[in-house]
Nanobody, 121 residues
C-alpha cells in the first residue's frame, strides 16, 4: 500500500504564510500528476492546485496569485506555498498523486491523510 505523508499545516494569522509538503515513497515506479485539495467544515472537497510531471500547473481561482504548487521529482514530493492567507482558507488540506506503483502497473490515485490549516482573523 502506497502512503503519502503530509506535513506543514498549522495555525497562522491572516496575511501569514505556510508551506505544505507531501511525499510519496521512493520505491514506487513513477508519479504522474500531483495535487492539493481542501475541505472546509460543511463543504465539499475542492481542488486547490495541480501540477503535472513536467511542471504544468493549474489553480483554483480563489488561490491564484497567493498559492504556488511545486514538486521535486527526485524526491517524489509536492509542495504548496501559501501566502497572504485568509480565514476562508481554513480547511483540511489533502494531497494526492497519480502513481504507477510498479512497472506495467495501472495508474492509481492515492491520497494523503490530510493536514489542518487554520487561519485566524
Amino acid at each position: 500500500q502506497v502512503q503519502l505523508v503530509e506535513s506543514g499545516g498549522g495555525l497562522v494569522q491572516a496575511g501569514g504564510s505556510l508551506r505544505l509538503s507531501c511525499a510519496a515513497p521512493g520505491t514506487i515506479f513513477s508519479v504522474n500528476a500531483m495535487g492539493w485539495y481542501r475541505q472546509a467544515p460543511g463543504k465539499q472537497r475542492e481542488l486547490v492546485a495541480v501540477i503535472t510531471k513536467s511542471g504544468n500547473t493549474d489553480y483554483a481561482d480563489s488561490v491564484k496569485g497567493r498559492f504556488t504548487i511545486s514538486r521535486d521529482n527526485a524526491k517524489n514530493t509536492v509542495y504548496l506555498q501559501m501566502n497572504s492567507l485568509k480565514p476562508e482558507d481554513t480547511a483540511v488540506y489533502y494531497c494526492n498523486a497519480d502513481i504507477i506503483p510498479r512497472r506495467y502497473s495501472d495508474v492509481v490515485r492515492y491520497w494523503g491523510q490530510g493536514t489542518q490549516v487554520t487561519v485566524s482573523s
